[in-house]
């Protein structure tokens, strides 16, 4: 055996097998085994699942969605945002109880359209009260989509644009610079419809919020853009007290409107350099087998 | 008192403890011996400011029955307020219902006025609790049963636990009188400084879904009426029996400060809430006890501990100074202390021009 053989157990297997064989094949079956694993490993995340914080988007030219019983709503791609309670310093801030929202997004070419469903058994439509709180969402993006923004209502150098709807105050646009600086623009440009359908454990809210893709001020979210935009969500169940810093909140997401799939960078990494490792071996050990083959 | 204060800024600063960033802080006396229980103080701040839709359940100032449950009912017990005196944690509390506030009756004036019905007037339903709905119940047996009238505002605390409470900061100490008010165009209706406030003086406004308070009248103080004077808040100058002095605690020539700093028999309620109240309490005196043939006994009729729980621990040397002052005119002594609790100069008892000239 040469010196530069590798002497690796997969060798061994297939040396077994291709002594059997006769040699041309063994070079071809190899070579096209090696090509299958490479293809799956490289082919396979792309395609199967998206990055982990991506939330697609149908792009089309119109559409008529801005209800939430839209037909145009069954032909959208959903995402299941997972929720968890917001760290905050206000009481009762870890009892929150609704645990993921699911997420559709359409842009038109006027128009994003962003559709929010989630489980709520009790249909909060009223603060009317000194203990009663309304069922409330609200989607948050960068003001300034040339950075991400801290996720708790964002940064005073930062700022954050949200999109908030509640069954007692209706829609509200809003400007925030970090937590507590929450402030309502005056004449908000976001539409939002909600309805609640259903009873018990099926009881669902669905909410629809859209806005011209313009910025429509300063402080405002410009959606004409390229780039991935960053976005994150929150739910608020009245009927338990959720109101202020007790929320269930999303960590940042992405709608990716740059086109095509893009992960995080460490992913095509880790798999390009996997990718790059199957083909060394499978190449070595087919020039393996060839020079013993040869060798014989 | 601080000394503190007096170190860090030198021999000319008050020896008053007043918020920091408060220039000065305003204050209130009242002689709990002078409360007739009219509700006059409750009705002229009504009118005042909470007239409007959603107000209606509110009492920015209201007058309950000690020993009583109160209003809201239990607000004693409804938590809010500082762990400890160092206040970095407060203590939480609950926002009470509508129950507990006691909600505005319905009354059957149209069977009556119109509909010859021949029913007494009354609530049509639901007129099972309201404030002072245990009007002059009080405690004890017969011949030694006791009560006294507690009027309340808002204590405009120098350690507010309703400012700390809220996320937005729309509760704030203004610099200066140190007036605490919810700025309305902040507040989003969290109801925190509701459940915080350990007094339970803020309350949410169910129709603008924000919260109120009292507001010490302010604009009164600022003379913003069409005549350009200052008034002392509504509740003080409609008392009939005329029971609060109104001035700042910091004003070292005025009553308050002399009944609250160096008399110490003005004191505040519930001191173990930590807060620190701005509104200070005369305690009431009652006749001794009676046996069943109706002879006064040396026995206090109003229980000490029950007086103790309500103004701290310092109500025992606050009614034996005054017991002793009393005794000192009895005997044709005189009295600053007696003096300034009997004063009937307006001037005096509303001292809010002082500081006008800073």
């Not at chain 2, 839709?53 to 009583?68: A, D, I």
């Not at chain 2, 005119?329 to 005096?348: C, F, I, T, W, Y």
Request: proline share 7%.
């Amino acid at each position: 055996m040469p010196a530069s053989g590798p002497s690796w157990p997969p060798l061994s297997v297939l040396r077994g097998w291709s002594t059997m064989t006769d040699h041309r094949r063994t070079l071809i079956l190899t070579a096209v085994l090696a090509g299958l694993i490479v293809v799956s490993t490289v082919a396979a995340p792309m395609v199967s699942a998206r990055p982990a914080h991506e939330i697609p988007v149908s792009e089309v030219s119109t559409a008529d969605l801005a209800e939430p019983s839209a037909d145009g709503w069954a032909e959208v791609p959903a995402s299941d945002v997972p929720l968890s309670s917001a760290p905050s310093s206000v009481p009762n801030a870890d009892d929150t109880s609704i645990e993921t929202v699911d997420v559709q997004a359409v842009r038109t070419d006027e128009r994003l359209y962003v559709r929010l469903e989630w489980h709520d058994a009790t249909r909060d439509m009223n603060a009317s009260a000194t203990r009663e709180f309304a069922d409330a969402v609200a989607v948050q993006f960068p003001a300034n989509t040339s950075s991400r923004p801290p996720i708790a209502m964002g940064g005073p150098d930062n700022r954050v644009n949200v999109w908030y709807w509640s069954g007692s105050t209706g829609t509200q646009e809003l400007l925030a610079g970090g937590a507590g600086s929450t402030t309502p623009f005056e004449n908000p440009t976001v539409q939002a419809n909600a309805s609640h359908s259903g009873t018990g454990g099926n009881a669902t809210w669905t909410v629809v919020y859209s806005r011209q893709l313009d910025a429509p001020s300063e402080n405002r979210t410009d959606l004409r853009t390229d780039g991935d935009l960053d976005v994150a969500f929150a739910v608020w169940n009245g009927s338990n007290g959720e109101r202020s810093g007790q929320k269930a909140v999303s960590e940042w997401h992405y709608y990716p409107f740059s086109g095509g799939p893009q992960g995080p960078p460490y992913e095509t990494l880790l798999w390009t350099l996997a990718g790059i490792a199957i083909v060394a071996v499978v190449g070595v050990t087919s020039f393996g087998i060839y020079r013993t083959r040869g060798a014989e | 008192m601080s000394t503190d204060q007096q170190d860090d800024q030198g021999e000319e600063d008050t020896l008053v403890n007043v918020a920091d960033g408060v220039d000065h802080q305003v204050a209130m006396v009242m002689d709990l011996n002078k409360c007739i229980g009219c509700q006059t103080c409750t009705i002229a701040c009504k009118n005042l400011w909470t007239e409007d839709g959603g107000s209606e359940y509110m009492y920015w100032n209201n007058v309950e029955t000690k020993p009583g449950e109160g209003y809201p009912r239990g607000w004693e017990d409804s938590g809010g307020g500082w762990e400890s005196s160092e206040h970095s944690d407060r203590s939480p509390g609950e926002i009470p219902d509508e129950e507990d506030y006691g909600r505005a009756w319905e009354f059957n004036h149209e069977e009556i006025m119109y509909e010859g019905s021949d029913e007494p007037l009354r609530p049509r339903e639901g007129a099972e609790w309201g404030p002072n709905w245990d009007e002059d119940q009080g405690a004890g047996e017969y011949p030694n049963s006791y009560y006294f009238y507690l009027p309340r505002i808002c204590n405009h605390c120098t350690h507010p636990s309703c400012v700390e409470a809220c996320p937005r900061s729309a509760l704030y100490k203004r610099q200066e009188d140190g007036i605490v008010l919810v700025d309305q165009d902040r507040c989003r209706g969290y109801r925190y400084c509701v459940e915080g406030c350990p007094y339970k003086k803020v309350y949410y406004n169910t129709v603008s879904k924000k919260s109120e308070k009292c507001i010490f009248c302010y604009p009164r103080i600022e003379g913003e009426g069409p005549d350009g004077e200052t008034f002392a808040p509504a509740c003080a100058e409609e008392c009939p029996p005329q029971l609060r002095l109104v001035g700042f605690l910091d004003d070292e020539e005025g009553p308050i400060h002399k009944l609250v700093n160096e008399y110490e028999v003005a004191l505040p309620l519930h001191p173990e809430f930590r807060t620190q109240p701005n509104v200070y309490y005369i305690p009431p005196f009652a006749p001794g006890q009676h046996t069943e043939d109706g002879e006064t006994v040396d026995i206090d009729r109003i229980p000490r501990q029950y007086l103790r729980n309500l103004f701290g621990d310092g109500v025992d040397e606050a009614l034996d100074t005054i017991d002793a002052h009393r005794q000192r005119v009895r005997q044709g002594g005189d009295s600053e202390l007696m003096e300034l609790l009997q004063d009937k100069n307006p001037a005096k008892q509303y001292r809010l021009e002082v500081f006008d000239d800073e």
